[in-house]
T-cell receptor, first 114, second 112 residues
Framework: KAGVTQTPRYLIKTRGQQVTLSCSPISGHRSVSWYQQTPGQGLQFLFEYFSETQRNKGNFPGRFSGRQFSNSRSEMNVSTLELGDSALYLC?????????????FGSGTQLSVL | GQNIDQPTEMTATEGAIVQINCTYQTSGFNGLFWYQQHAGEAPTFLSY????GLEEKGRFSSFLSRSKGYSYLLLKELQMKDSASYLC?????????????FGKGTKLSVIP
């Protein structure tokens, strides 16, 4: 069974640009979450989707958005990139909607903003 | 909100036992997870505690005290491959149950 797949693996952008990251969950998983990981702040929650509905959103500005498609694949978009957006963006999927479901993480997209 | 504290770094000797502590203050609490993350890799699930007590799984055990807002991860018979960051994370209640709030992680170095 394939794991969580994130593309691209690495991305370099300049300030002011926008970026779209993609995540394909494990087959059969319906919940997808996104996290930002930086050395200083650790892993911070961005948002979570289940059956195409955003159920929760973290404390990030409106420049960060996401969506989930009917096949459970998800994308996140960051507009008007800032230097501080440089981070590893991790996507995670879980089987069902319960809060006690363990997350399976992808390898992440390393975003560098110059 | 949620606040989670764990030591930044720890060092232990191969074959020894190490305990990584995690304290949390939350507005709502559902359960506590431990994840392991090797450098440059994705976090992987280690354990989940929702009730007080000790959960043992091979060389790894995790303990939870809900009344004290405290958990620890115990690693026995340390191996070099256990060198990694260990992340404590909690789930809240209501809408907060659909997110994990992570501590900043404890970087464990296992030395010969």
């Amino acid at each position: 069974k394939a794991g969580v797949t994130q593309t691209p693996r690495y991305l370099i952008k300049t300030r002011g640009q926008q970026v779209t990251l993609s995540c394909s969950p494990i087959s059969g998983h319906r919940s997808v979450s996104w996290y930002q990981q930086t050395p200083g702040q650790g892993l911070q929650f961005l948002f979570e989707y289940f059956s195409e509905t955003q159920r929760n959103k973290g404390n990030f500005p409106g420049r960060f958005s996401g969506r989930q498609f009917s096949n459970s694949r998800s994308e996140m978009n960051v507009s008007t990139l800032e230097l501080g957006d440089s981070a590893l963006y991790l996507c995670a999927s879980s089987l069902s909607e319960g809060s006690n479901e363990k997350l399976f993480f992808g390898s992440g997209t390393q975003l560098s903003v110059l | 909100g949620q606040n989670i504290d764990q030591p930044t770094e720890m060092t232990a000797t191969e074959g020894a036992i190490v305990q990584i502590n995690c304290t949390y203050q939350t507005s709502g609490f559902n359960g506590l997870f431990w994840y392991q993350q090797h450098a440059g890799e994705a976090p992987t699930f280690l354990s989940y505690n929702v009730l007080d007590g000790l959960e043992e799984k091979g060389r790894f055990s995790s303990f939870l005290s809900r009344s004290k807002g405290y958990s620890y991860l115990l690693l026995k018979e340390l191996q070099m491959k256990d060198s990694a960051s260990y992340l404590c994370a909690v789930t809240g209640s209501g809408a907060g149950s659909y997110q994990l709030t992570f501590g900043k992680g404890t970087k464990l170095s296992v030395i010969p």
